[in-house]
């Protein structure tokens, strides 16, 4: 099996180990990767802005971008949702339609792609007794529908004691674009998210969202509080047993 990456310019410029992260996770799993040259932003940031018009030359090249891949595996819900969208932005009897359905159809948020085509639970994560707790992303959940992969694979690190996050539903204010033009309304938000985070006790913060970490964590630096914060590909691919992996990496390949 051979997956296309799609890397999102939030893990590109600024979280590059955690798209590392995602390929040792995935090589390790006997799934071979490739990085197609011709992807840029998902175009959501203008999308969302209203400028409809001026996102689609974006849309159309990642379509292009992605067309001979048999798999798109992104590392964000939120990006990766934004391909399940592109198909509503083409009428009938545009060339761009069916490919837009064939993108939406094969493109998977990273622990999707591990749950539900792999079938896999156990990647051989291990950590030391920490306790730790997930922030479930808005995009991830109400876009893409993911509602059990992140956590059916968390619950099975090894050594990782996992705190419920209270108020789960809410949003971390982050948002993309509402970050910038609600400052006032996102600073509540995240201050809201940061105190139910405090509140676990939880030594570590998880999410499958670059944009909802690096607001979060901002809003943990700016208090002082000393709470480490990853990207579920970084806690899945920490202190790996390998033994334990042959066990478990026989791919189901649960749809196709």
Do not use: W
Request: proline share 4%; glycine share 8%.
């Amino acid at each position: 099996m051979k997956v296309s990456l799609f890397s999102t310019c939030v893990m590109d410029l600024m979280f590059p180990q955690v798209g590392i992260a995602m390929v040792e996770v995935l090589e390790r799993l006997g799934v071979e990767t490739e990085l197609p040259e011709g992807q840029v932003c998902c175009g959501q940031p203008t999308y969302n802005s209203g400028l409809v018009k001026e996102s689609m030359l974006t849309i159309k090249n990642q379509i292009d971008a992605f067309e001979d891949s048999e798999y798109v595996v992104g590392i964000a819900g939120s990006c990766s949702g934004m391909f399940t969208e592109y198909p509503h932005m083409f009428e009938e009897g545009d060339p761009y339609k069916q490919k837009a359905i064939d993108l939406a159809n094969k493109s998977y948020e990273f622990t999707q792609f591990l749950y539900r085509v792999l079938g896999v639970k156990d990647v051989g994560a291990t950590f030391n007794g920490e306790k730790a707790t997930y922030h479930r992303s808005c995009h991830m959940t109400r876009i893409l529908g993911e509602r059990e992969a992140p956590f059916i694979l968390l619950d099975n690190v090894k050594g990782l004691e996992m705190l419920p996050l209270p108020h789960l539903e809410n949003c971390c204010g982050f948002g993309g674009t509402f970050s910038v033009k609600a400052p006032e309304i996102s600073e509540m938000m995240v201050t809201e998210k940061m105190n139910d985070v405090v509140s676990t006790g939880a030594e570590i913060l998880i999410s499958a969202d670059l944009g909802c970490l690096m607001n979060i964590a901002g809003k943990l630096n700016r208090e002082g509080k000393k709470i480490k914060v990853m990207h579920i590909a970084e806690v899945l691919n920490n202190n790996v047993d390998l033994e334990r992996i042959d066990k478990v990496t026989n791919p189901v390949f649960a749809e196709a």
